[in-house]
């Protein structure tokens, strides 16, 4: 029996840098908080919490701590709120995500009507939304355009998308305006994850995808695996059933860009306990198939 992982599975560079800066800013504080999850994923949540890193989910939680900002990034009248009141601001957000709220902002400035590809409920995608003033359309997929001319049109994407829906949205939107600009705001850890993960769910009887349940990026990588063989998508090590493997030869394994190693690695090493194997790993580098590009 193999068990393999898809190549460049778990923390990407965006998520590793704001742990890091999280880290480094709790040393220096006595308790620091981030408003809203740093990262979509509760283990990591919980680790940081016992070092300082406190969660709170609401503006009058603060009470003047310093403050973190995630790494996919808050709205902008929350970065006006903690100025206007002198809270100190710890800035984590990925640069590739600041990077796409700059495109908002200038796009619409420049006159284009604003599409965003995301889900409006994603907290990355609230706060691009606030730096644009004026109308913006945000869309799941091109299944939910409407049926409306525009004339100039700036599209740009949640950073965590498939680059196939971004693809088809601007196919539909083609005949629908005068004018269009597309900047690929998906990011290329995102892109990177997806194909090796597809390319490994190809070739498994089964896919186990490891990420929060509220992790936009994990519940991707699920979406694309369950197209192509059986796949669970969990949390933790503990909610493996031994009973997924029986008369499965290839076992492929995924994580999302937020889940952290040592999950990962515990994850490895109960299916091999599953399935009668005692080599168990250290490292996530240990695991047939990682690979970091
Ligand atoms: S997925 Fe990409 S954009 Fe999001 S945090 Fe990671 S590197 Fe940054």
Redesign the pocket.
């Known amino acids: 029996m193999n068990v393999r992982i898809a190549k460049n599975s778990g923390f990407?560079?965006?998520?590793k840098r704001a742990i890091k800066i999280a880290l480094e800013a709790s040393k220096k504080n006595h308790e620091i908080v981030t408003l809203g999850s740093i990262i979509h994923n509760p283990q990591m949540v919980a680790k940081l919490e016992s070092e300082g890193i406190i969660k709170v989910d609401n503006f009058d939680q603060i009470k003047k701590r310093p403050t973190i900002i995630r790494?996919?990034g808050v709205k902008k009248e929350i970065l006006d709120e903690l100025i206007k009141n002198d809270i100190e601001i710890i800035n984590a957000t990925?640069p590739?995500?600041s990077k796409t709220q700059d495109y908002a902002k200038s796009l619409s400035e420049e006159g284009y009507y604003l599409i965003i590809l995301g889900d409006r409920d994603h907290p990355e995608v609230k706060a691009l939304r606030s730096y644009v003033d004026k109308e913006v359309l945000i869309v799941a997929n091109a299944d939910e355009l409407e049926d409306k001319q525009f004339k100039k049109i700036g599209i740009i994407s949640q950073?965590?998308r498939r680059v196939e829906d971004l693809q088809e949205l601007v196919k539909k939107l083609v005949p629908k305006c005068h004018e269009m600009r597309v900047i690929n705001t998906i990011?290329n850890?995102?892109t990177v994850r997806q194909n090796s993960t597809l390319n490994l769910a190809k070739v498994s009887d089964i896919m186990i995808v490891i990420g929060g349940k509220n992790s936009s990026?994990t519940k991707m990588l699920a979406k694309i695996c369950e197209s192509f063989v059986k796949t669970y998508h969990i949390e933790i090590a503990c909610e493996i059933n031994k009973k997924w493997f029986i008369n499965k030869q290839n076992i492929g394994l995924t994580a999302g860009?937020s889940t952290p190693d040592w999950v990962i690695v515990e994850v490895y090493n109960h299916i091999l306990e599953c399935v009668g194997n005692i080599n168990k790993v250290e490292n996530i580098e240990d695991i047939p198939g990682f690979r970091e590009d």
């Open positions: 990407c560079f965006g998520v790494s996919h990925c590739y995500v950073t965590t990011c850890a995102t990026n860009a």
